[in-house]
T-cell receptor, first 112, second 117 residues
C-alpha cells in the first residue's frame, strides 16, 4: 500500500515528457535484470527485463538500458501518462542461482 | 484471467494467534514465492518453492512456514505471529523453465496487509 512509498526518491515529470528512472545494482555477477511497476494498493507488475548479454531492450513505450561497466540500469518511459504514476523497482539476480534482489524503488509522479 | 490470488486482503490479529495467508495461481506455474514489503527495506523473500513438495528458505524465513502440496497453492503460515511481522505480504509465481532464472517474470498477487497487535 501507500506506506511502502514513504521516503522514496521521487521523480516528477510533466505529462507527455519522457521519464528516466535510474538504478545502480550491486552485484557485478548479476546477469538478469527486471523492472517492476507498483501502483498504490497493488502488487508489483512486470514491465520489462534484460539479460547481461544485451545493453538495450525496447518494449511498448519503455526502454531498458544496461551499462555493466558502471553497474547501472535505467528505465525510459516515452510520452509519460498519468497512468504511469507509480513506484518503480529494479531487481537483479544471477540466472538459476539466486533470488531476485529488489532495489528500494523510485516514485514517479506525473503532472497533468 | 491469469492471476495470483491472495486472501485475505487485510488482516488484524494478536500476538501468538496462528494464521494462514492463502495464495493460489491459475497459470500452472512451477515456481511460487512469498515476499514481505516494509518501508525503507523493499521486497524481501521469505520462502520459495520450485515445484510441488519442494520449498526453500529465502532471506527472511524466521517465524514463517510454507507448504506446497499442490501446484496451484502456496499458503504462508505464521504459527505464532509477533508485532515485527506486521507488514505487507505478496505471493508471486513464475513459469520457471530450464535455462531461465527462477524469478523471471514474476506475477504478483495484490498483497495482504497484516497487522499483529
Amino acid at each position: 500500500g501507500e506506506s511502502v512509498g514513504l521516503h522514496l526518491p521521487t521523480l516528477s515529470v510533466q505529462e507527455g515528457d519522457n521519464s528516466i528512472i535510474n538504478c545502480a545494482y550491486s552485484n557485478s555477477a548479476s546477469d538478469y535484470f527486471i523492472w517492476y511497476k507498483q501502483e498504490s494498493g497493488k502488487g508489483p507488475q512486470f514491465i520489462i527485463d534484460i539479460r547481461s548479454n544485451m545493453d538495450k531492450r525496447q518494449g511498448q513505450r519503455v526502454t531498458v538500458l544496461l551499462n555493466k561497466t558502471v553497474k547501472h540500469l535505467s528505465l525510459q518511459i516515452a510520452a509519460t501518462q498519468p497512468g504511469d504514476s507509480a513506484v518503480y523497482f529494479c531487481a537483479e539476480n544471477i540466472a538459476g542461482n539466486t533470488p531476485l534482489v529488489f532495489g528500494k524503488g523510485t516514485r514517479l509522479s506525473v503532472i497533468a | 484471467e491469469a492471476q495470483v490470488t491472495q486472501n485475505p486482503r487485510y488482516l488484524i490479529t494478536v500476538t501468538g494467534k496462528k494464521l494462514t495467508v492463502t495464495c493460489s495461481q491459475n497459470m500452472n506455474h512451477e515456481y511460487m514465492s512469498w515476499y514481505r514489503q516494509d518501508p525503507g527495506l523493499g521486497l524481501r523473500q521469505i520462502y520459495y518453492s520450485m515445484n510441488v513438495e519442494v520449498t526453500d528458505k529465502g532471506d527472511v524465513p524466521e517465524g514463517y512456514k510454507v507448504s506446497r502440496k499442490e501446484k496451484r497453492n502456496f499458503p504462508l503460515i505464521l504459527e505464532s505471529p509477533s508485532p515485527n511481522q506486521t507488514s505487507l505480504y505478496f505471493c508471486a509465481s513464475s513459469p520457471y523453465f530450464r535455462g531461465s532464472t527462477r524469478d523471471e517474470k514474476l506475477f504478483f498477487g495484490s498483497g495482504t496487509q497484516l497487522s499483529v497487535l
